[in-house]
């Protein structure tokens, strides 16, 4: 079973900032388009950020100007820089990388188990 490892969640001031990273083991990690979801309380997940194995990046326009998205293939990594967090970015943001195939193989996505941001006004 896949696992994605994040971590750098954390508590911070309205202004502050945080990056998040995930790790993805998986020797074709270079190969999957990777992505940060948030779900705060009472509301659907979300899509943040993205980006594809190649770098290409999309973002949701609530985070637009402040959140960057960004990978190292090399460490299989993926990280999330948040600046200029403000108290609504309070939500567990999740890891997740999509399914994917390379030629007729074809793998499913899988999610990390989510850390907590919490920004205080």
């Known amino acids: 079973q896949v696992q994605l490892v994040e971590s750098g969640g954390g508590l911070v001031q309205a202004g502050g900032s945080l990056r998040l990273s995930c790790v993805d083991s998986?020797?074709?990690?270079?190969?999957?388009?990777m992505n940060w979801y948030r779900q705060a309380p009472g509301k659907q997940r979300e899509l943040v950020a993205a980006v594809t194995g190649r770098g290409s990046t999309n973002y949701a326009d609530s985070v637009k100007e402040r959140f960057a998205i960004s990978r190292d293939n090399a460490k299989n990594m993926v990280y999330l820089q948040m600046n200029n967090l403000k108290p609504e970015d309070t939500a567990v943001y999740y890891c997740?990388?999509?399914?994917?195939?390379?030629?007729?193989?074809?793998?499913?996505?899988?999610w990390g188990q989510g850390t907590q941001v919490t920004v205080s006004s």
């Open positions: 997740n990388a999509e399914s994917y195939c390379i030629g007729h193989d074809c793998y499913e996505g899988a």
């Open positions: 998986r020797s074709t990690f270079s190969a999957i388009t």
